[in-house]
T-cell receptor, first 109, second 113 residues
């Protein structure tokens, strides 16, 4: 049962562009929505997170937009850099984190 | 290094053998989680501990899987009678509490031949 749906599966962006990854959820018990970044051979690392009482959170080049009524949230990476090339996972937490299926981002120089 | 550490990093075993993985969480983190990740997928929750108590187990955790956290510090995950479908990355994570950030280790890559 996929409780968090993530799209797109892969994304190619030019350096300096904006990367946008979307997620949707169904379980209204989720109370915390983080995004994780994962490089090959490494575990996921927390990037940024948001709680449902906030519609937007920005940290540096990374912004989460949250739409509680639509049960959707998205990650925006501004001024994308080649070093941002990685797999990104959205997640949602009730008792434990449920992850989306991931988006492989490639930022071309 | 004060992060979550996992041992071994890689494990190759033959079908039917038992394997055990170890996770050392960040010091003072009372919550410890096990996840499994297959290629091209997000991590899937297996189980978690609050101190030494195992509070939840996923339906993914068959009877062949057992996890322990005997003194509320490190944890072990054992897989008995391994099957080829058990091949995956096994990730451990820890947090200071329910509402705190979750930190992952680098995982143990299991290959069952």
């Amino acid at each position: 049962q996929q409780q968090v749906k993530q799209s797109p599966q892969s994304l190619i962006v030019q350096k300096g562009g904006i990367s946008i990854i979307n997620c949707a959820y169904e379980n209204t018990a989720f109370d915390y929505f983080p995004w994780y970044q994962q490089f090959p051979g490494k575990g996921p690392a927390l990037l940024i997170a948001i709680r449902p009482d906030v519609s937007e959170k920005k940290e540096g080049r990374f912004t989460i937009s949250f739409n509680k009524s639509a049960k959707q949230f998205s990650l925006h990476i501004m001024d994308s850099q080649p070093g941002d090339s990685a797999t990104y996972f959205c997640a949602a937490r009730a008792r434990a984190l449920t992850f989306g299926s991931g988006t492989r981002l490639q930022v071309q120089p | 290094d004060t992060g979550v550490s996992q041992d071994p990093r890689h494990k190759i075993t033959k079908r039917g053998q038992n394997v055990t993985f170890r996770c050392d969480p960040i010091s003072e983190h009372n919550r410890l989680y096990w996840y499994r990740q297959t290629l091209g997928q997000g991590p899937e929750f297996l189980t978690y501990f609050q101190n030494e108590a195992q509070l939840e187990k996923s339906r993914l955790l068959s009877d062949r899987f057992s996890a322990e956290r005997p003194k509320g510090s490190f944890s072990t995950l054992e897989i008995q009678r391994t099957e080829q479908g058990d091949s995956a990355m096994y990730l451990c994570a820890s947090s200071l509490g329910h509402n705190e950030k979750l930190f992952f280790g680098s995982g143990t890559q299991l290959s069952v031949l």
